[in-house]
């Protein structure tokens, strides 16, 4: 499990198709704090360790499945993107986000940007069977980042960014175009179910 807080922003090294993809990851995370068969958020993505090493600076291997990818944006990864990173929540740990279980619903879309004093106003869109869990002032993850909805106008939905998420996330990169991992609120989906049962 996670929260959506990211702990760091990590650097695709290279990718290769080995039937699934594979991928390495620069972070800087400490080698050793990493077990192998560890669950690490990549873009909102739960992918496991299966490889780790600390020759020019922290990096860690993670396999990518075939469904994963074609649910996903990891088909874009490629060397030298920017990728949000979050370990898995320890017991004990913070819950600063919202619960979030890594498994990604499927893919929103930026449709519009603009500047509103320092923080960015994203408009983005969302997959028609996705938008009905998604309320005003409800979360939902975006490429592993906890936000909070400002606004639903039928499947497409508002979120602001402040400086600070901008800087230690990769949504400083983002443009009008991108598609972005998208994981519900996991309440939200058992709110609804329990209404479709009881209508």
Known sequence: ???????????IQRTEDRGDLRARIGCSYDADGIDLGAS?????????VIAKGSDGGCWFDVDISAETVSKTNLADWAAGKRVNLERAL???????????????????????????????????????????FIAQ??????????????????????????????THTTWGDAKVGDRVNLEIDTLARYVARLAEMQG
Not at 1 to 11: E, H, L, S
Not at 40 to 48: E, F, Q, R
Not at 90 to 113: F, N, P, Y
């Open 1 to 11: 499990m996670f929260t959506g807080i990211v702990t760091d922003i990590g650097t």
């Open 40 to 48: 690490i958020a990549c873009d909102g993505v739960c992918l496991t």
């Open 90 to 132: 320890k017991l004990g740990d913070e819950l600063g986000g919202h619960i979030v279980s890594g498994h990604v619903d499927g893919l929103a879309t930026i449709i519009e940007m603009h500047d509103d004093g320092d923080s960015t106003r994203v408009t983005l869109t969302a997959p028609r069977d996705l938008a009905k």
């Open 137 to 166: 002032k409800g979360s939902v993850t975006l490429n592993g980042v906890s936000l909070t909805v400002n606004d639903v106008n039928g499947c497409d939905f508002g979120i602001n960014f402040i400086p600070h998420t901008k």
